[in-house]
């Protein structure tokens, strides 16, 4: 079956450096979707990647959608102590009716 | 308000004793799923249903049930729980499989 893959597991870094979490697929997906969990909470969608290529921007949030369609990145210029959390991806298989998790990248920001 | 409502937050139980966990959206969503959360696994799937009477097995379905009769809800079942399904649950839905997923609070399940 589909899997999707997420490195690294757990990034800590000093407020104001960036910060880079990586998915991978092992199948072409139709969409990716990445998701923010803070610590306690429960998952919140972010945005939502459809085109092969593509790349989108929330303020200091950038993500993109490989050519291939089967890997897509988030990253986060200048953390804050807000960005604490768990970021997910989640691929979306080509029959529309799935949507496979990555593990996750736990991140943490040392004020 | 728009939101995905589980009950019981927080259970406590023990092996064998059947329970269900409740699930219902008031956005008269078509797709609903239930994950199970465990720590590096990320989250996965258990079952997902697309619309009403229509359920289907998702990554880890062994030692859950679930049932759509009614659009906003989706309820799981443990028949007999064992504390390999000690884990926190999530519930969610979206207009569509492929619309953004909107999940509620979790419940905290542990089965001793």
């Known amino acids: 079956g589909q899997q999707v893959m997420q490195i690294p597991q757990y990034q800590h870094v000093q407020e104001g450096e960036d910060f880079t979490t990586y998915c991978n697929s092992s199948?072409?997906?139709?969409?990716i979707q990445w998701y923010k969990q803070r610590p306690g909470g429960h998952p919140v969608f972010l945005i939502q990647?459809?085109?092969?290529?593509e790349v989108k921007k929330q303020k200091r949030l950038t993500f993109q959608f490989g050519e291939a369609k089967k890997n897509s990145s988030l990253h986060i210029t200048a953390t804050q102590t807000t960005d604490v959390g768990t970021y997910f991806c989640a691929g979306q298989d080509t029959s529309g009716s799935r949507l496979t998790f990555g593990e996750g990248t736990q991140l943490t920001v040392n004020p | 308000e728009a939101q995905v409502t589980q009950n019981p937050r927080y259970l406590i139980t023990v092996t064998g004793k059947k329970l269900t966990v409740t699930c219902s959206q008031n956005?008269?969503?078509?797709?609903m799923s239930w994950y199970r959360q465990d720590p590096g696994l990320g989250l996965r799937q258990i079952y997902y249903?697309?619309?009403?009477?229509?359920?289907d097995k998702g990554d880890v379905p062994e030692g859950y049930k679930v049932s759509r009769k009614e659009k906003r809800n989706f309820p799981l079942i443990l028949e007999s729980p064992s504390p390999n399904q000690t884990s926190l649950y999530f519930c969610?839905?979206?207009?569509?499989?492929?619309?953004?997923?909107?999940f509620g609070q979790g419940t905290r399940l542990t089965v001793v």
């Open positions: 249903s697309m619309n009403v009477e229509v359920t």
């Open positions: 990647l459809v085109k092969s290529g």
């Open positions: 199948t072409t997906l139709s969409n």
């Open positions: 969610a839905s979206s207009f569509r499989a492929s619309n953004p997923a909107f």
């Open positions: 956005m008269n969503h078509e797709y």
